[in-house]
């Protein structure tokens, strides 16, 4: 590629001046507001404001307390702002760090130096250098090179263009010169020249209507399943709960005397009707889980932090919920399990004069001069980086080009020294791709000679190699035997660890899928790639989950074996290694047989991470995909979870649903662990606020059989289901990441939410609270207990009845400790959720503030120091009884 002049730092800035910023203006999110008037649209709260009006109404006539009626609609008015307040703040902070993290940077000349340049900071008169997955920043003209475009994003044809240099219209998406913001290189290298930035692109005028639809995770399936078969019991319990109430009135209070109910003034009988519905309204209000399909959000905004300082960025909700459900990993090798910090290590040339025909050179300098100029020849007009020593950051001085190129340049020394090249004219060039194993540059030297230089895949050039340079640079024939020991001697080296790139030169053509046969090979570098330190680590921790990692690399078999054995993926010889042409010839009933065991793909293509994903789904497993490049995007999409390499192309990172920002299996690890934990948290919420629904029904259910009218009011259930519901969730949305939730087998498919466990806490737990509040209405004892001297029977009622209120939540505010853990111990790991402990407090706090300053809306009265001990001590009761029920029952959700 040419090298260009940039703008300078002033032009920069009168470019901006004049035509604007690339920033895209903000496009309009939904506002609180908005949300909250969402909210208010709920049928159950439209089923209240309208039993609002009648209470309302009925307050007016003097034939019910005004102040029920406004106690509910601030009960619900203040449950419906807590939860959009929550569900609103959440995705902001989501959207902030998503935004943050997924910044897309471009090669961009300023000046004399190409740099990395954010997508905002270009502007109009800046070129931009392109390569195989770059996402194109704004519109111009190609000045330089030739590419192929994918254009889906602008008018859904995903057959690749090819585009060149030219000037032409900036309007014209067919047209053959101009590139458009939102699209994707696909093949080849172009330099472009921004015309038309920001709002004013193609894609910035379309923006508007571009939305990335948002699939919805099994787990939220499950809950939003769940969330409606709670509703529907609901639906149908009310109604038996109006009938008590009514039964309770009616036969229990007029004893039967049905004519004598109808026979008083008709008001009374009506506000008892609509004290029923209302009653049954609030009961629906209190038992549907509203809270749930808001609890993935919480709980993900809660980790968001914690996820990207383990290097996870989440692009989908999707991709974390199911990660915890992962039953096989592909993984790629390069930067995920080993460091992808590339190093060529030592050059090989073919000696006819030693024993074993091959002569290993370490460093680049203890060449013969005829190699080491060939050699530096070869490998800097052969790539598809750009090439600066004189860039102040030593990052900066190779830019673009795979990792295997930029190791390439430096053993060479072209990031340290200047070079004069014998080349004259690029007539064509071809990138490597993993399809074709190879890249060439078809260029003419000084001396008028046309050349191709070709570099790729030891096995694939020594094949069509029939000569070879020695060490004085004369060509000699390369013999069947002696190419034999040679492939022999190569197969050793990878069993070493090497990846073995082979260099060679031709007079013939070179096309994208063809390479001559009367090649003259000029050697083999030799490549390293360190295994990351916490990658054996990494893979045991994910074994132990119940996953299956399988590597798949476009290395050499014997070099990916070599790692794989290295990382501990191959233990034994009990597993199945394939290589791509072998894969190839496995039927899909085959490849199922022995999925099991399968360990290693290598010269892995993207077709067969497709196939491998299709396949292992077909098993009914759970899969997640790793990929960097181009053609892995179909793999990644078709996966249940895509997980794209930071490193890797735009293409990829835009089909994947998390980016491993650091490309480290660990983090892979890590996000699985964060999957787990949510939903681990979800099951949480889902026993607690069960067991509430459990107790709080069959005590309205009950009560009225037993002669309580209202043991607990309308408004107090309302505060009850403000604890039960968003407090319960962002109580249980802090819960960490625990080492035990990764020696748990994964969660199948179709394996329901609430577990045996579960359902017997909530249960044991529901029944026992039912059976303490009955006890407490009924004995004597404690109706004494609660009797002060010299206070009136209606006062004594009222302390009564608060007690009871307070009783009743306290003991769901302790079962939260209950629910939080499986073990006995119920402080284990609390220090890792203060905001649990913090939102116990709180519930304590107010409840003290409501007996204090409750006053008629909320039918209490002040507890005196004795009252509150016994309420406090029979609250705590829910804690010995449960530990009493972990003894005996399994508790391991």
């Known amino acids: 590629m040419v090298k260009h002049q940039g703008l300078s730092e002033k032009e920069v800035l009168d470019s901006r001046a004049k035509h604007g910023s690339n920033a895209l203006s903000e496009q309009k999110s939904e506002t609180f507001w908005d949300k909250l008037l969402a909210n208010a649209k709920d049928p159950m709260i439209i089923i209240l404001i309208a039993a609002l009006v009648v209470v309302l109404i009925l307050s007016y006539a003097g034939y019910s307390e005004w102040y029920e009626g406004v106690g509910i609609a ?35 000349y300023r000046g004399k130096d190409l740099r990395l340049i954010g997508i905002n900071e270009i502007v109009v008169g800046d070129k931009i250098f392109l390569q195989p997955g770059d996402k194109i920043p704004c519109d111009g003209f190609i000045i330089d090179g030739t590419i192929k475009v994918n254009q889906a994003m602008l008018n859904g044809e995903a057959e690749p263009v090819r585009k060149m240099a030219g000037a032409g219209k900036i309007t014209d998406l067919d047209d053959e010169f101009t590139l458009f913001r939102g699209t994707i290189v696909e093949d080849g290298e172009a330099v472009f020249e921004a015309v038309v930035v920001g709002d004013e692109t193609q894609f910035g005028k379309l923006a508007s209507d571009l939305k990335s639809a948002e699939r919805p995770g099994p787990l939220r399936e499950k809950l939003t399943k769940l969330a409606n078969q ?87 909700l999707l991709g974390i919920e199911t990660s915890g459900s992962l039953n096989i990993l592909f993984s790629d090798k390069t930067g995920t399990i080993t460091k992808g910090q590339l190093e060529a290590v030592g050059f090989i040339i073919i000696d006819g004069n030693k024993e ?37 950051k030593e990052e900066e001085r190779i830019l673009g080009g795979n990792s295997t190129e930029r190791a390439l340049l430096k053993f060479v020394k072209a990031d340290q020294e200047q070079f004069v090249s014998k080349v004259t004219k690029r007539r064509a060039q071809i990138l490597f791709s993993s399809a074709r194993k190879f890249s060439a540059s078809m260029v003419t030297l000084d001396n008028g000679r046309d050349v191709s230089l070709i570099k790729g895949a ?72 360190e295994l990351r330190p916490d990658a054996k680590d990494a893979i045991i921790e994910l074994r132990s989950a119940g996953i299956q990692v399988v590597m798949c690399t ?105 980016v491993v920002l650091d490309d480290n299996i660990q983090s892979i690890a890590n996000a699985v662990h964060y999957g787990r934990t949510i939903y ?27 002669g309580f009218e209202l ?18 969730a962002l109580a249980f949305s802090g819960e960490p990441p625990l080492a035990k939730h990764m020696e748990e087998a994964p969660k199948s498919r179709d394996e329901g939410l609430i577990s045996k466990g579960m359902w017997s806490s909530i249960l044991a737990n529901g029944f026992f609270m039912t059976a303490l509040c009955i006890a407490f209405l009924k004995l004597p004892f404690f109706s004494e207990l609660f009797s002060r001297e010299g206070a009136t029977p209606e006062q004594n009622n009222l302390i009564f009845l608060t007690a009871f209120f307070t009783l009743f939540v306290m003991l769901n505010n302790f079962n939260k400790f209950n629910v939080r853990v499986e073990e006995k111990n119920l402080f284990l790991d609390l220090s890792q ?61």
């Open 833 to 893: 959720n203060m905001g649990f402990v913090r939102i116990v407090i709180l519930i304590f706090v107010v409840q003290l503030i409501l007996t204090l300053f409750g006053g008629e809306m909320f039918r209490t009265v002040p507890l005196n120091l004795k009252e509150w001990v016994w309420v406090m001590f029979l609250s705590l009761l829910v804690i010995p009884f449960d530990l009493l029920r972990k003894l005996f029952v399994k508790t391991e959700v």
């Open 74 to 108: 601030v009960a619900v008015a203040l449950a419906t702002l807590v939860a959009t307040f929550s569900e609103f703040k959440n995705e902001q902070t989501f959207q902030k760090l998503q935004e943050e993290a997924s910044r897309i940077y471009l090669n961009v």
């Open 230 to 316: 709670i509703a529907n019991i609901a639906y149908l319990g009310s109604p038996l709960i109006a009938i008590a109430f009514m039964f309770k009135v009616i036969f229990l209070d007029f004893d039967g005397d049905i004519a004598g109910y109808f026979a008083q003034d008709w008001h009374l009988y009506v506000k008892d009707i609509v004290d029923a519905i209302i009653l049954a309204v609030i009961i629906i209000v209190v038992i549907v889980p509203e809270g749930l399909p808001m609890m993935i959000a919480i709980v993900l905004a809660q980790n968001m932090q914690k996820l990207l300082k383990s290097k996870v960025l989440v692009r989908q």
């Open 458 to 529: 030891a096995e694939r050039v020594l094949e069509n190699c029939t000569s070879y340079y020695d060490v004085e640079g004369k060509a000699h024939q390369l013999t069947p035997e002696m190419r034999e020991s040679v492939s022999s001697q190569m197969d050793a080296k990878a069993d070493e660890g090497y990846r073995i790139i082979g260099i060679a030169t031709t007079e013939k053509q070179v096309t994208e899928t063809h390479l001559p046969k009367e090649m003259v090979l000029l050697g083999f570098s030799l490549i390293r790639d």
């Open 680 to 706: 681990r948290s979800v099951q949480k919420f889902i026993t607690f606020q069960l067991s509430v629904n459990v107790s709080a029904i069959l005590l309205a259910f009950i009560c009225p059989f037993l």
């Open 554 to 658: 476009g290395d050499r078999h014997g070099t990916a074996l070599a790692i794989a054995r290295d990382a501990g993926l191959i233990e034994g010889d009990d597993h199945v290694a394939l290589q791509s042409s072998e894969l190839a010839e496995l039927t899909d009933d085959e490849l199922r047989e022995i999925m099991p065991k399968l360990k290693v793909i290598s010269r892995c293509m993207p077709s067969d991470k497709t196939r491998l994903v299709k396949v292992a789904q077909s098993l009914g497993l759970v899969v997640g995909m790793t990929g960097d490049g181009v053609n892995d995007s179909p793999a990644l999409s078709n996966a249940d979870v895509g997980f794209a390499l930071g490193s890797g192309t735009e293409v990829a990172k835009e089909a994947s649903d998390i």
């Open 356 to 392: 074993n025909n091959l002569n290993e050179f370490k460093g680049f300098k203890d060449l013969p001069k005829t190699v080491h100029d060939d050699l530096n020849l070869a490998i800097r007009e052969n790539t598809s980086a750009i090439v600066n020593p004189e860039a102040s």
């Open 711 to 728: 043991p607990l009011t309308m408004i107090q259930l309302l505060w009850i289901n403000l604890i039960m519901d968003t407090l319960a």
